[in-house]
């Protein structure tokens, strides 16, 4: 199959590594002239290039993968669109979904949005490795417009990289990745803030050298990305403000239980996460 | 040196390997004679005992490290006082140290508070294992009545294990791990069980599905033990809640952000949170 890559980051890049080694030609476009050698010197992409029109193969092209962050993705298939056949699959693999698909389907019909929960700490072409999606989940999201023959091709591609398959609506996925997702980012970076509010200094030197695993786990993804995780804010606002007020909710009861030295009930409630937890790994 | 160690655990277990593999003779008092018995196999202590009165080498012990859980330490050494000279320096590894230095120092006047920042995922007698310490922060916290050729003795001990010493008042030691460990326990916890107040069945279940590092990593101390869970809030009540207060100011500021879409000031505060975290790690 001739497949398109747009934005040739970590997953863009992993992506085409796994689609090569499986025989389908792949070619690539980023801004960057440089991430365009990279990309070919790493062997994500048979060709690459800074404009569609450098692209030889662009009209035997079957599905392209958009793979920018979210804020370019309305932007790339407004100016792709009208250079491809209307036959060509577009998908993107955005972490929201809702805020995307209404304006690239009135944009290329044949667009379906992607999901593929796949990421590290790094970022970029040099961190692409191969079976990235290996294992784990991946969803698309049709809905009523959505060509199914299209699906059925996206679904395979993914499978065919190891992804394990989800589908349901937008509005399912944004909600969901909200609590496991787009939540933890804000919880978590309000750790790293809080701990910042120690107003005796020797007591804040102390805490930076006492803190071991548990801070560092707890601490990980509010450290992440800070443009990543604004645009998730702002692309997925609803839904995680839905789900911070439930945590704050849940936290002002934990606090509520510290306050009443209600310590049976508080180890109630961490037992509860205990067994809870496991639903999830 | 002779030593004792009373609560065969992970800590307990694991500081009998090291002191031993140094030369040390250490005897090992646990409530379970299974326990013993696989201290003694695994060679984690010389000698072991249900009963103080079963340990022949007791008159010559010159310290002992008392590794119970929290809640036990004062009980402990209420017990023990009575049949040990007044020579002999107690320790303990427990992660509040206000709660206890006053009293056990009341029982036992050569009582200095101790806590190393060691753990694993496991516990018991069956997780423990050769340089638990090495490299981990260990923290004593004398205060004015405290014998400094004990101190010194101690401070040697865990060094010699490994451990990098920090000293601070009981006080200060509380607060700062008030921020950088038990803060986060609560905040993971309330991750998981703000997760649990999804009503749509679908999506709950997609969440669970879709969840990945982020979550298992932000949850991780969260879903710990609920007893030691609950037993540091009990006896670390007065700064955790400070820094639970502290936290949801903290949180109240990013949802107010997301609300306002303020996404220039949203990512502005998670690259702070970004900055900040390198001091910690």
Redesign the interface.
Known sequence: MQIGIIGLGLIGGSLGLDLRSHGHYVWGLSRSQSTCEEAKSVGAVDEAGVNLTEIKSLDQTEVIFVCTPIDSIIKTIAAIAPQLKSSVIITDVGSVKSAVIDQAQTLHPRFIGGHP???TAFSGISAAQKNLFQG??C?LTPNQTTDQEALKILRSLWQSVGAVM?E?DPE??D???A???H????????????????S?Q??AQ??????????????????????L???I??YN?VA??D??????????D??HQ??A?N?RS?????????Q??????
Not at 206 to 227: C, E, I, M, Y
């Open positions: 929960m796949a990421g784990r989940p969803v989800y349901c399912a996925h909600r969901s990745v609590w496991i997702s939540l933890p980012i804000l919880i978590s970076a309000g750790l790293i803030l809080a701990c910042d509010q120690e005796n020797a007591i102390l805490a930076q050298h006492l803190a071991s695993s548990g801070f560092r786990d707890t601490s990980r993804v509010g450290g992440g990305n800070p443009q995780g604004s645009l804010a702002e606002q995680l403000l789900s911070l007020k439930a945590y704050q909710r849940v936290l002002a934990l606090i510290i306050e030295k310590w508080l180890e109630q409630s961490l037992t509860v996460a205990q809870l937890r496991n639903l999830y790994l």
